[in-house]
């Protein structure tokens, strides 16, 4: 099969397309033939070899964590799955045996392999994985529309609908909003009935924002965060802050929320350590969660709803699988809005 190979970290040039064996499926795998596979500014880091990527992968190693396609083979045990099949193998390859697994929570399973971190991903023709672990996708969602935006809106159903338990009419600030998961999570949280208040810091992702379902939106390069949300909430705050950034923006996002507001944090580029005022937090009866990875059971209903066209993929690019370094140099540029495809179709 061709497939885009890293056996050293560093910078794009270290992706190399070229051919290598096909992989073959043990007796409880399926061998998927990858149609689409998205970015994830997890392969940079995969790339990178940083965020503790090197002590849990072995080179040579294929990235890709968002991929989709059709099953092409199955191993001499599977019963779940035909060949033809339209699936998605879900990114967290959960074990089916520990007690969260046991208990419908394999989102966090203790003993798990991710797909494109620990385990050979989508940037490439084949891919094999487990047959417990894969999510039907609907006839009437393309490939470049389930690789790009199954993995956002889940994320973002998991944070805000599950753990955040936003209810309809509430107010919700959205951070980065014109980043992959962001510009996805404002659509699930408008479709869940909340008031979204989107913040980035460019005028025209800020439009883009809008169309998807914002209400109100902060520039926070022109106003602070904080004057924001006081301008555009008659100055009570927000009920719930969906950040994937942290750092000064995570810290800023606690001063917006009302009392008893929640956070929802699935990720922190911007500052993994924050320091938090303890005071604030507690008199105002807040909740921080931690979250971000969903269950398959989220990935299929988010591909049920973009059958039915209740949430739309935000797709700024496809490009064949031989440009995955331009695509992902594309994605450091920060310089787009929705989600980067790489497609072998
Ligand atoms: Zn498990």
């Known amino acids: 099969m061709k497939a885009v190979v890293l056996r050293e970290y560093g910078g794009p040039e270290k992706l190399v397309y070229e051919e290598i064996p096909d992989p073959v499926p043990a007796a409880n795998d399926v061998l998927i033939r990858v149609m689409a596979t998205a970015l994830n500014h997890v392969d940079i880091d995969v790339r990178n ?7 849990i992968q072995r080179l040579p ?6 991929a989709v396609g059709t099953v092409q083979a199955i191993g001499s045990d599977v019963t779940l799955w035909k060949v033809g099949d339209r699936v998605t193998p879900h990114f967290i390859l959960s074990c089916g045996k520990c007690a969260n697994c046991r208990g419908g929570r ?3 399973c203790t003993d798990s392999q991710i797909v494109g971190l620990t385990h050979w991903g989508g940037y490439a023709e084949l891919l094999c994985v487990p047959e417990r672990n894969l999510v039907r996708i609907p006839d009437g969602v393309s490939f470049d529309a389930a690789a790009a935006a199954m993995t956002p809106f889940a994320t ?5 609908v599950i753990t955040a338990g936003i209810r309809a009419g509430e107010k919700v600030l959205i951070t980065g909003a014109g980043g992959g998961v962001a510009s996805h999570a404002v659509q699930v949280a408008a479709l869940a009935g909340a008031r979204v208040i989107a913040c980035a810091g460019a005028d025209d992702k800020l439009e883009k924002v809008k169309a998807l379902g914002a209400e109100a939106v902060i520039n926070y ?5 904080v004057d924001g949300v006081v301008r555009v909430t008659g100055g009570q705050g927000v009920d719930v802050v969906f950040d994937g950034i942290g750092g000064d923006i995570l810290k800023s996002s606690i001063k917006c929320l009302a009392e008893g507001g929640r956070i929802a944090s699935i990720g922190a580029h911007a500052g993994e350590v924050v320091d938090i005022d303890m005071i604030e937090f507690f008199r105002k009866h807040l ?6 990875r969903s269950t398959k059971e989220i990935v299929s209903r988010v591909l049920e709803l973009m059958d039915v066209g209740k949430l739309k993929p935000v797709i700024f690019r496809v490009l064949p699988l031989e440009k995955a370094a331009e695509a992902q140099i594309l994605m450091e540029s920060r310089d787009f809005f929705g989600r980067i495809v ?3 179709s």
């Open 49 to 55: 070899g940083t965020s503790g990527v090197e002590s």
């Open 61 to 66: 190693h294929i990235p890709g964590v968002d």
């Open 106 to 108: 394999e989102n966090i």
């Open 156 to 160: 973002a159903w998991e944070a805000l």
């Open 221 to 225: 390069k022109k106003e602070s965060l």
């Open 287 to 292: 909740t921080m969660y931690g979250c971000g």
């Open 342 to 344: 790489l497609t072998t």
